[in-house]
């Protein structure tokens, strides 16, 4: 008998014998896997910083400086990977600590420019909560430490401030006016932010003009301070940025960034509204949102009439770690710096809790599960008990929440979502309160504070039933169907308020409150309030090509997708409308489409010119539902010369060799393949010296997975260990010290790395399925096909840490125990792979007495193995009836050989 399986972006392959091949997991119909996702560019490395000053080119590269012992640095090659740098000082100025009593080295919200052949680097000398400050100047011929003329030279005080002065001398900020004088923005509380001019040669005081200027003050309605300013010359006017809130309450934190402008360096400085900023004025440009909490301390670069900004906040997902953050920068027609940070997440339940952009992966918990609806498709089911699904905090920082999802009745007080970190603090919604009917709850002050969206009748059970809550900080509404049920115009908070780190849906912040019992279809959150037309939207979904993937010239790509109502009924082909663009610095330009009426097709890239080159497509999918609304997305793909993309398969039928060709490895010291009564070939590893060597290109992965049978025994043991040396690795080890499965990355040793623990012990003795994805941003962990620990905050990828040193079974370590057990299945990607393609490629065949083996996991969700003789249009896919033996998780199915041959598939009933 014959065995085809088709595999990811490949023409059928024949599977004989004991080779083993990969199966295609589907949805009733093939999704083409030949394009991961491609990390965008987002910002990597070392990112910890505090009051960043603005980024600084010199001698080909990038350097930023921060509050810190001695100032952080940081530098780039190309400002998205950054590393550590030495400090500025190893010992505080004695100047600095005579000026400041317990002073302790710990300087604040440095400024660096450049004039004068010298990088001028201006630092703040203070005690938190004092007024005794001042603000100091080093100077520098060059910012590279390998640079022998590199050596940082103070110059002393610039200016001080005492108990009592009209200001406080902390947070500088240096910029040219355009007649070439030099100026010096400041302060913070008191009375608010000052300005002086300084001397351009020396870049000290200005002895002539000695004019303490006043160019902002705090809002003295709401009490928030005012620091952290930032003054820019862009056009005809000085761009005057500020800080409005507190700093340093973790993630209480509510710093906010307000803009002015004014067409002389000394003001007035008005905002859009024409307000003074000495009146409490200033536009709003930059706020919490999403996991990016209380950002603060503009700098801008300019780079041939390319504008970045450059700003910290601290990390919601990240235990509110001050974080660096370099965005682009735009201006509007009429003048004004502008920059959007507006983002969604939304909810699919596709196999597993990831939200369509994978930044706010949720995790299944307690055996909260996925079933295929007949009518809504992929759902997840809470029964009532104790299942829910557990967001990263930063998800909850919205203003607009909405859910499809079916109740199956029970008690009050159940969770369709709470988000909050306690009793005291919460936003929830409950189909049924203690009034009989659903409502929306928001507080920051318990029970006593609480302000609510009560609906005017009963909701009712076992029906689909579609929820938004929109919040503004001035009104709620609540929505049930589509219509707006509910306004409240004195709901004052929204969720970025009360400070949520408990994000669920499912389950109350309330421990004796019951648990949601029915089905979830979708969750979408906004960051923005949506209008009542956004609300009852269509919904638009691409499946191809992935979004931020990359073409070649002359590549065909095949585009395909779908839509749904607001309420997550499909719609049909017929509602559909699509279009390519080519996108580049002049503008838009349609290159193909309109194709209406279809659900998918392709379009060709030109094999050369200058629109194949210099610029990106972006396909758009149109979507219009019964009522007439019209809907929109779409997803941007971007050239690619390299070709880079691979996949490295190990099967162990032929030592360590890579299947697809890509990185072969080798057997160390006694490592050998053998046979598994059940998996067939496998690599065995004693514990004691025994090894793979992989070649140093393995190192670029971003998708590792295999099967693991774990003997027990020492911590530190490495499934995989791919790196440079012990202080810069990625790695996978079957227990750390916390008895747990942990992958840890670091480039820069153990005080940089980030770990990432499975919730409970690798099983020994047990084939069990680990993997772990990357994607620049975020790192999550499969146990046996299910998410089970996510880092929205890794911020690396293995490329970043890579070297020669690449292991399977042994530790960059040389203290640490080498692994004991076996390995089978082993794939590595340069690709970011979904949880589908996974789970496809854990499926494997063996050869026995009684025929070959077909093994797939048993964590597929409701797929079903289906069979037929033929692909294409000659395609009759039929269930196999024969009842697999689920074994360990794993489930096996020995068939009879015959004489024809048959393709499989795993896909929905």
């Known amino acids: 008998m014959n065995f085809f399986a088709v595999a990811p972006g490949c023409s059928p392959q024949k599977v004989e014998g004991r080779w083993k091949r990969l199966f295609l997991s589907t949805f009733l119909v093939f999704i083409s896997f030949n394009r991961g996702l491609m990390a965008q560019d987002y910002l990597r490395g070392s990112l910890g910083i505090h009051d960043p000053s603005a980024v600084i080119e010199c001698e080909g590269l990038y350097y930023v400086y921060g509050t810190g012992q001695g100032i952080l640095s940081k530098s780039s090659t190309d400002k998205t990977y950054w590393v550590t740098g030495p400090g500025v000082f190893a010992n505080p100025p004695s100047w600095t600590t005579n000026a400041v009593p317990g002073f302790t080295g710990d300087f604040w919200a440095p400024d660096i420019s450049y004039f004068n052949g010298q990088y001028h680097l201006y630092y703040a000398v203070s005690t938190f909560g004092s007024q005794v400050s001042a603000i100091g100047l080093a100077t520098n011929p060059t910012l590279d430490p390998g640079d022998p003329n590199y050596q940082w030279t103070d110059q002393g005080p610039v200016i001080e401030s005492t108990t009592g002065s009209a200001y406080n001398c902390i947070d500088p900020s240096v910029t040219f006016d355009a007649s070439s004088n030099l100026w010096m923005s400041f302060g913070s509380f008191w009375t608010g932010i000052k300005l002086v001019q300084l001397d351009a040669a020396t870049g000290l005081r200005n002895t002539t003009n000695t004019t303490v200027y006043s160019l902002a003050t705090d809002d003295a309605a709401s009490g928030d301070p005012i620091e952290g300013s930032y003054l820019y010359h862009y056009g005809n006017y000085y761009y005057l940025f500020v800080n409005w809130g507190t700093c340093c309450d973790g993630l209480q934190s509510t710093y906010n960034i307000r803009v002015g402008r004014s067409t002389g360096i000394t003001g007035p400085f008005l905002d859009r509204n024409n307000v003074n900023m000495l009146s409490s004025g200033g536009t709003l440009f930059l706020q919490t949102t999403g996991k990016f909490i209380a950002p603060g301390q503009v700098g801008i670069i300019n780079e041939n009439g390319t504008y970045y900004f450059g700003y910290h906040y601290l990390d919601a997902d990240a235990g509110g770690a001050p974080t660096f953050d370099l965005e682009p920068l735009s201006w509007t027609s009429d003048g004004w710096p502008a920059f959007t940070n507006d983002w969604s997440a939304a909810y699919h339940f596709n196999m597993d809790a990831r939200d369509d952009d994978n930044q706010y992966y949720g995790l ?44 199956n009745g029970g008690a009050a007080w159940q969770r369709v979502f709470d988000f909050g970190n306690g009793t005291n603090s919460y936003v929830f919604f409950t189909p049924l309160a203690s009034t009989g009917f659903p409502r929306f709850t928001i507080t920051s002050s318990g029970i006593g504070g609480e302000e609510h969206l009560d609906a005017t009748a009963a909701l009712p059970t076992n029906v689909w039933t579609h929820v938004a809550v929109t919040t ?17 115009t004195a709901m004052t908070l929204v969720a970025s308020d009360i400070v949520p780190t408990n994000v669920w849906f499912g389950r109350s912040q309330f421990s004796a409150d019951p648990y949601f019992n029915g089905q979830i279809s979708s969750v979408r959150i ?131 060799t890579d299947a697809n060709g890509f990185y072969n490895g080798s057997l160390v010291n006694g490592a050998a393949t053998t046979t598994d009564p059940i998996r067939g070939p496998i690599l065995n590893l004693s514990g004691s010296s025994q090894y793979v060597s992989l070649p140093a290109g393995i190192g670029a992965m971003r998708t590792f997975s295999a099967w693991v049978k774990w003997g027990g025994g020492n911590d530190w043991q490495r499934i995989f260990d791919f790196g440079q040396n012990d202080v810069s690795y990625a790695m996978l080890t079957a227990k750390a010290n916390s008895g747990k499965l942990r992958f840890e990355i670091t480039p820069n040793g153990s005080g940089e790395t980030r770990d990432l623990d499975s919730p409970n012990p690798l099983p020994t003795n047990v084939w069990t399925h680990v993997a772990v994805t990357l994607d620049g941003r975020q790192a999550v962990m499969f146990i046996n096909g299910q998410a089970v620990a996510v880092d929205s905050s890794v911020n690396l990828l293995p490329s970043d840490v890579m070297g020669s040193a690449n292991y399977l079974g042994r530790s960059q370590f040389s203290a640490d125990p080498y692994f004991k057990g076996q390995m089978d299945n082993v794939e590595i990607s340069s690709e970011t792979l979904p949880i589908e393609q996974i789970t496809a490629s854990s499926i494997g ?24 003789p033929a692909l294409g249009a000659n395609a009759n896919w039929v269930s196999l009836t024969n009842a697999p033996i689920k074994t360990n998780g794993v489930n096996f199915l020995t068939l009879t050989p015959t004489n024809g041959q048959d393709f499989f598939r795993l896909q929905f009933p």
């Open 364 to 407: 299944l918990e307690s055996g909260a599960s996925i079933f295929n609806d007949p009518l809504l498709g992929d759902t997840v089911v809470l029964n009532g008990s104790n299942q829910y699904v557990n967001l990263p905090p930063g998800v909850a920082n919205a203003q607009t929440f909405a859910a499809v999802f079916k109740w």
């Open 472 to 488: 503004d900080g001035a009104r709620g509404i609540l929505y049930l169907n589509g219509v707006a049920v509910t306004t409240n």
């Open 526 to 656: 906004f960051g923005r309030a949506l209008s009542a037309s956004e609300v009852v939207a269509p919904q638009p979904e691409i499946s191809a090509p992935p979004a931020n993937s990359s073409y070649q010239l002359g590549e065909t790509i095949s585009f395909a997708g779908g839509a749904t109502d607001f309420a997550d009924s499909p719609l049909s082909a017929s509602n559909l409308a699509w279009s390519v663009e080519f996108c580049d610095a002049n503008g838009t330009n349609v290159v193909a489409g309109p194709f209406s009426g279809v659900g998918s097709g392709a379009f060709t890239i030109p094999d050369s010119g200058e629109e194949a080159t210099n610029g990106f497509y972006r396909v758009i999918l149109a979507a219009t539902d019964s009522s007439g609304r019209m809907a929109t997305n779409c997803v941007d793909i971007f050239p690619d010369a390299t070709n880079a993309d691979w996949t490295s398969y190990y099967s162990f039928n032929n030592g360590a």
């Open 845 to 868: 065949i063996s050869n026995g007495a009684s025929g070959l083996t077909l093994s797939w996991p048993g964590w597929t969700n409701g797929l079903g193995l289906y069979a037929s």
